[in-house]
């Protein structure tokens, strides 16, 4: 398949079933579970909204799919700001820029709605291509100490020119990814 054929929409409440599939078959045995739960959760949560929440279709199929949950910072800035947490392409899928796809143009819409800075704690080799820099180097503390090692992995990307530069502090995310477990990188 190529990566081009699939359609990339905003997801509906009709697509949660295949959001979570989506999720189980994209992460490891072990984790494909407790990713799709972690989604779930995230999805149901008041503290999350706004939800940006993005599908890749191919032939009626969700294969892949992009969570945004809301961000603050503390102390409080006037900066609109959103964590990027969990991105999944289906095992069938991966390798073919599906999930290049699904983040550069999820970060378009987010940007045309006013979004200033999307955060992530993912690998810093793959998302530096879309203008991710280290979070952590610019004043900007995860929920969670991340270990020293993985560092780099709490990342940055500026929707709005200077909006980094006018934020500092701790982001502070909703409550179904405020855990310490999912900061341990």
């Known amino acids: 398949m190529n990566a081009n054929a699939a359609h990339i929409r905003t997801a509906c409440e009709q697509d949660r079933s295949g959001i979570l599939a989506t999720h ?17 959760e995230m999805l ?6 706004p939800v940006f929440s993005f599908v890749a279709e191919f032939k009626d199929q969700i294969v892949g799919h992009v969570l945004f ?12 700001a959103q964590i990027l947490a969990p991105l999944a392409v289906t095992r069938e899928m991966q390798g073919q820029g599906l999930g290049t796809r699904l983040v550069t143009e ?4 987010l940007a045309a709605a006013g979004v200033q800075l999307v955060f992530v704690l993912g690998y810093p080799d793959y998302y530096s291509r879309f203008g991710f820099v280290a979070a952590g180097e610019r004043g900007l503390r995860a929920p ?5 090692k993985h560092a780099d992995a709490w990342m940055v ?3 709005r020119r200077g909006a980094i530069a006018a934020a500092a502090g701790t982001i502070k995310c909703c409550n179904a990814l405020s855990h310490p477990q999912y900061w341990q990188a």
């Open 106 to 109: 999820s970060l378009t819409q």
């Open 157 to 159: 990307h500026e929707l």
């Open 44 to 49: 149901d949560d008041p503290s999350a909204e």
């Open 69 to 80: 949950t809301s961000a603050a910072i503390n102390p409080a800035r006037d900066v609109s």
């Open 144 to 148: 969670y100490p991340i270990p020293r």
């Open 24 to 40: 189980q078959s994209a992460f490891a045995d072990d984790e494909g579970p407790v990713i799709a739960r972690l989604v779930a």
